[in-house]
T-cell receptor, first 112, second 113 residues
């Protein structure tokens, strides 16, 4: 499968701090998605990006689709305890199968 | 808000036994996916359906895994016989079309002992 490198692997931050995580690949993607997964649950879609350069916000979340179509970042502003979880980037590649490839995840811990 | 329903939530089975998981996608979603997620990793696709047809099952271990979506609505994933390495979360997802964000169910946590 396609390799999506997600960083950092884990983060420990204080409540109220901003968070940034990113995802890179050697392949070109035509869609970038960001999911959050709580323990024992399925991933929940946070933001979907469909065009290179697109910058999209959802409340305290902001994500961008890189110009090269090989990367994306997710920012969380003013973190709160319920932001704890694992964040996955995912993408559809330009050619080939239509399935969604996932990154390795960023585990976020928010310290009250 | 529409959800993808999966059952059971948890399953413990002995190795060499058969096990089955069920998924009911969001109404009207033609595309259905089964993913496997090993602890600490991202989900990996096992099989993709478009209506009742298999679009991609290249990563499905066909010697022991099978999946069907007979009427193009709900789907069943079966493992026979189960092996210790099959312990994982099995996630079902659906989307109205390929290329869009998927909606995932809560998953079935399988433990093979």
């Amino acid at each position: 499968g396609q390799q999506l490198n997600q960083s950092p692997q884990s983060m420990f931050i204080q409540e109220g701090e901003d968070v940034s995580m990113n995802c890179t690949s050697s392949s070109i993607f035509n869609t970038w998605l960001w999911y959050k997964q709580d323990p024992g649950e399925g991933p929940v879609l946070l933001i979907a990006l469909y065009k290179a350069g697109e910058l999209t916000s959802n409340g305290r979340l902001t994500a961008q689709f890189g110009i090269t179509r090989k990367d994306s970042f997710l920012n969380i502003s003013a973190s709160i305890p319920s932001d704890v979880g694992i964040y996955f980037c995912a993408g559809h590649i330009v050619t080939g199968a239509n399935n969604l490839f996932f990154g390795t995840g960023t585990r976020l811990t928010v310290i009250p | 808000e529409a959800e993808v329903a999966q059952s059971p939530r948890y399953k413990i089975t002995e190795k060499s036994q058969a096990v089955a998981f069920w998924c009911d996608p969001i109404s009207g979603h033609a595309t259905l996916y089964w993913y496997r997620q090993i602890l600490g990793q991202g989900p990996e696709l096992l099989v993709q359906f478009q209506d009742e047809s298999v679009v991609d099952d290249s990563q499905l271990p066909k010697d022991r895994f099978s999946a069907e979506r007979l009427k193009g609505v709900d789907s069943t994933l079966k493992i026979q016989p189960a092996e210790l390495g099959d312990s994982a979360m099995y996630l079902c997802a659906s989307s109205r079309d390929t290329g869009y964000g998927y909606t995932f169910g809560s998953g079935t946590r399988l433990t093979v002992v």
